[in-house]
């Protein structure tokens, strides 16, 4: 929970100061490259949170993974670093990518359907989310088949579940309560 607030914070000044210097998007690039790699490749994300690796060894890691990244991406190295808190760069990268996209007015919004979306729940989905919201939103499709049919959709911190396994569920409930 803490490493996840200060992880907002971290991202929240990275921000700022990308937006002072105009170069948010290219830091959000890098912010996407870093959470990805991490995501990746366990054994970088073993090396971040290992308490027994030197600091500079992670510095000068992260500096040959990611030799091209703008200075304010380079220049959290060294805030992390100083601070001891280099474990949290994923969280960050995360954070930064999120509060980008809030400062733009875009969302992200998934959508849990029991098999890859058609062009018509597509739309039917872009209709719900158009009542939900009205910030540009970019679709991030979940196939999960436990579902059985339909579509859950989550924008922020809203949830419509339009499933058919929510429907049998309620019927369920209706038929054990009477």
């Avoid at 091209?68 to 760069?89: E, H, Q, Y």
């Avoid at 729940?121 to 579902?147: F, G, Q």
Wanted: hydrophobic share 45%; proline share 1%; net charge positive.
């Amino acid at each position: 929970m803490a490493g996840t607030r200060a992880a907002i914070r971290y991202a929240k000044a990275v921000l700022s100061l990308a937006n002072d210097q105009k170069k948010a998007d290219v830091v959000n690039s890098d912010m996407k490259l870093m959470a990805e790699t991490i995501a990746e490749n366990i054994e970088l994300s073993d090396m971040l949170n290992n308490a027994v690796i030197k600091a500079e060894t992670k510095k000068s890691a992260l500096e040959a993974i990611f030799p091209k990244l703008n200075a304010i991406s380079t220049g959290l190295f060294d805030v992390l670093i100083t601070n001891k808190r280099i474990n949290i760069l994923n969280d960050i990268a995360l954070k930064y990518s999120v509060l980008f996209d809030e400062y733009n007015g875009k969302q992200t919004a998934q959508v849990t359907t029991a098999f890859p979306m058609t062009s018509d729940l597509e739309l039917k989905v872009l209709a719900k989310v158009k009542e939900l919201t009205n910030k540009a939103v970019e679709l991030e499709n979940i196939v999960d088949e436990s579902i059985l049919g339909g579509f859950i959709l989550r924008i922020g911190d809203k949830q419509y579940n339009a499933s058919i396994s929510n429907k049998l569920n309620k019927l369920k409930r209706e038929f054990t309560l009477n």
